[in-house]
Nanobody
Framework: QVQLVESGGGLVQAGGSLRVSCAVSGRTVSTYAMGWFRRAPGKEREFVAAISWGGVDTDYADSVKGRFTISRDNIKNTMYLQMNNLKPEDTAVYYC????????????????WGQGTQVTVSS
């Protein structure tokens, strides 16, 4: 069983930065891609960013391109999302997720999910 635990969320002012992390534990059976999704109040969970096993291939939602950076450290079994120039519309619960194989923008493609971490951006 694979467990994902997010950390690093919090309250930040608009224009500020925050880094959230996702620690992977348990037994993984193959190389895996990881991703970040978020759910704002009253909205569906949406794709934010994804990264391949080796970290070479990344993908971002248009709304965060140029502001967010996804990365991972396979030695530490941890994935990161560096968020810069945050906006109030980035306020959401951020979830990390994992799937065997290549990255995807579709939440239905992911097998394992964390419990989420709240990010709140004040104006």
């Amino acid at each position: 069983q694979v467990q994902l635990v997010e950390s690093g969320g919090g309250l930040v002012q608009a224009g500020g930065s925050l880094r959230v992390s996702c620690a992977v534990s348990g037994r993984t059976v193959s190389t895996y891609a990881m991703g970040w999704f978020r759910r704002a109040p009253g909205k569906e969970r949406e794709f934010v960013a994804a990264i391949s096993w080796g970290g070479v291939d990344t993908d971002y939602a248009d709304s965060v391109k140029g502001r967010f950076t996804i990365s991972r450290d396979n030695i530490k079994n941890t994935m990161y999302l560096q968020m810069n120039n945050l906006k109030p519309e980035d306020t959401a619960v951020y979830y990390c997720t994992l799937r065997y194989g290549s990255p995807s923008k579709r939440k239905a493609d992911y097998t394992y999910w964390g419990q989420g971490t709240q990010v709140t951006v004040s104006s």
